[in-house]
């Protein structure tokens, strides 16, 4: 079989395209590859969901834990404090279990399903993570832009839209980053984690420790893994920086925030 | 466990509760616990020795050592760490039997890898196919410790690189002006002074590692995610003494919140001893 038909087989056979038994025998280094690419789609779409809404909802927490509104504070720091004090995995299976018994109860039993269920922890989850984040660069806004701000007669939801908040973001981008890739690295856990890959419809690290499983031989499918990662990683890196860019444009080259890739926000 | 317990199906309320939760199989979950205490005060120290080696190593004016180092700090940016647990328990585990069957069968001419297949005689496995139950249950933990070691190590390395750097490089050179030569630099200037610089981060890696904790069930380790799922099945009243329904969320929630007060005592304890060291040190954070 040539590696062609293998791609046509098997490019899309983790969101059910293509065929459905995958290979047991005779593995070809071609197949360990494209199978593997093909559950990347999945780490993919829990990222960059989970991004997209949890940023929205980082946003809204991290004002909230800003507030002096006990009423606001309070839900937001519990939110922020258990998202972040307990290990994403515990989540994901507690979430998991949750969701199973709220399906016995007859409500919701779409949640069961890896990609809704799980990526509502995830939504979660990086939700937390960047809030306290954008937490940390609300308090280091310096006054004396928001005091311009008033003196110009801004207030409101202007203010914020119009100088709080970019100001926030320009100053959390770097860390930020950060976030968003450990978050990609985060999406590995969840076919683990109790949530059932359906028909064998998984991840990347699925495929790449199935293939460990059948072939016992580590050393193809983990590389192959961490070349996907690793260039994925970049994509992220390069998205964020033109944003990182737009961001700092009004500013004098010396005085621009570099993206500086730092080790920090792990689960 | 207590008298009161020998006839489960008159108990109620506390009393069924307490029997419950102290019977046989719970007493693992409790010991599991143990298990993941233990595993974090062999990884710690043991991630601190491979961060400091991995450090170093970046440092080095040899360059093969050197690449070597800033390899080890890297990689583990890149690629997912959960690939990493799931990647060193097997590769460690055909690592040493791949280097017992050179030592014990020379004369061995078949291949090690046929096919899917990884073949190694039988004097080199590991652990040995006659010893006992917890030889075997050891050695899973022990390749659990060193894979941990391994991926903390590298986060640790990153670290403690940052920390080498941030030392203020006018004290080095001090040192050099003074006559030392650049091992007494390293050991008497720069290794003392890092670890205020370090502490942040390392008090950080100490709660990622806490966290990180329950991957111990991916590596095959009969850990609480093991128990609370194994306990937290439903039971049938034809197997036990003590039938319930699915309560899986309740042993994760139990989980949940045993994570949450050990991280949140954690940071607690790590800022007060970061507080105490950075006194009066000339840092920002530093309290006169």
Redesign the interface.
């Known amino acids: 079989m040539s590696c062609l038909t293998t791609i046509q087989d098997y490019a899309l056979r983790s969101i059910g395209i293509g065929k459905r038994i995958l290979p047991t025998t005779d593995i070809s280094v071609c197949e360990q590859f494209t199978l593997i690419g093909s559950g990347l789609i999945w780490n993919v779409y829990f990222g960059v969901l989970a991004l997209l809404a949890g940023f929205f909802l980082a946003c809204i927490l991290a004002l909230g834990k800003n507030s002096n509104t006990a009423a606001l504070r309070r839900p937001s720091e519990w939110f922020i404090f258990l998202f972040r004090g307990s290990p994403l995995f515990i989540q994901f299976f507690f979430a998991y279990f949750a969701f199973l018994a709220l399906k016995k109860a007859g409500l919701v039993p779409w949640l069961t399903s890896a990609q809704a269920g799980a990526l509502l922890v995830l939504v979660f989850n990086t939700a937390a993570y960047s809030a306290e984040i954008f937490y940390g660069a609300l308090r280091a806004i310096p006054k004396g832009d928001v005091e311009a701000a008033d003196a110009y007669g801004f207030s409101g939801w202007k203010k914020f839209r119009r100088i709080v908040w970019p100001s926030m973001l320009r100053l959390s981008w770097s860390a930020y980053t950060n976030e968003a890739i450990f978050l990609m690295h985060a999406t590995t856990l969840v076919f683990f984690s109790g949530f059932p890959a359906w028909q064998q419809k998984g991840d990347a690290l699925y495929y790449a420790s199935y293939f460990a499983d059948k072939t016992f031989n580590p050393f193809v499918p983990y590389p192959i893994l961490a070349a996907y990662f690793i260039l994925l990683t970049l994509v992220v890196i390069g998205l964020f920086g033109l944003v990182n860019r737009r961001l700092n444009k009004h500013l004098p080259s010396n005085q621009r925030q570099k993206i500086k890739l730092k080790l920090n926000l792990i689960r | 466990m207590f008298e009161f317990c020998a006839d489960p199906a008159s108990l109620e309320g506390a009393s069924w509760l307490a029997c419950y939760l102290t019977t046989g199989k719970h007493m693992n979950l409790y010991w599991s616990i143990l298990t993941v205490l233990s595993l974090l005060l062999i990884t710690a120290p043991t991630a601190l020795l491979f961060g400091f080696a991995g450090a170093s190593a970046a440092r080095s004016t040899f360059m093969p050592v050197r690449w070597v180092g800033q390899v080890y700090v890297a990689?583990?940016?890149?690629?997912?760490?959960?690939?990493f647990f799931?990647?060193f328990v097997?590769?460690l585990d055909?690592g040493f039997e791949y280097l017992r069957h050179q030592v014990f069968c020379p004369d061995w001419a078949e291949p090690i890898?046929q096919?899917?297949?990884?073949i190694v005689c039988k004097a080199a496995k590991l652990p040995l196919s006659t010893s006992p139950q917890w030889v075997h249950e050891v050695y899973g933990f022990m390749l659990a410790v060193i894979t941990f070691a391994i991926v903390f190590g590298a986060?640790a390395a990153?670290?403690l690189l940052g920390a080498m750097r941030a030392v203020p490089h006018a004290q080095l050179e001090t040192a050099e002006a003074y006559g030392m030569h650049r091992r007494q630099v390293f050991w008497r200037i720069l290794v003392p002074q890092m670890w205020l610089y370090a502490l942040p981060?390392l008090s950080?890696l100490w709660v990622?590692l806490?966290?990180?904790?329950?991957?111990l069930?991916?590596l095959g380790v009969e850990d609480i995610?093991y128990w609370?799922?194994e306990l937290?099945g439903t039971k049938h009243a034809r197997y036990t003494d003590y039938p319930h329904g699915?309560w899986?969320?309740w042993y994760?929630?139990g989980?949940?919140v045993f994570?949450?007060v050990f991280?949140?005592i954690s940071e607690r304890v790590l800022a007060k001893v970061n507080r105490r060291l950075s006194r009066g040190q000339a840092t920002v954070g530093a309290t006169p």
């Open positions: 990689i583990v940016r890149g690629v997912p760490d959960i690939a799931l990647f097997i590769a055909q890898r096919g899917n297949d990884f986060f990153n670290v981060g950080n990622i806490i966290k990180a904790t329950p991957l069930f991916l995610v609370a799922r937290g699915d899986r969320i994760f929630l989980l949940l994570y949450l991280t949140h």
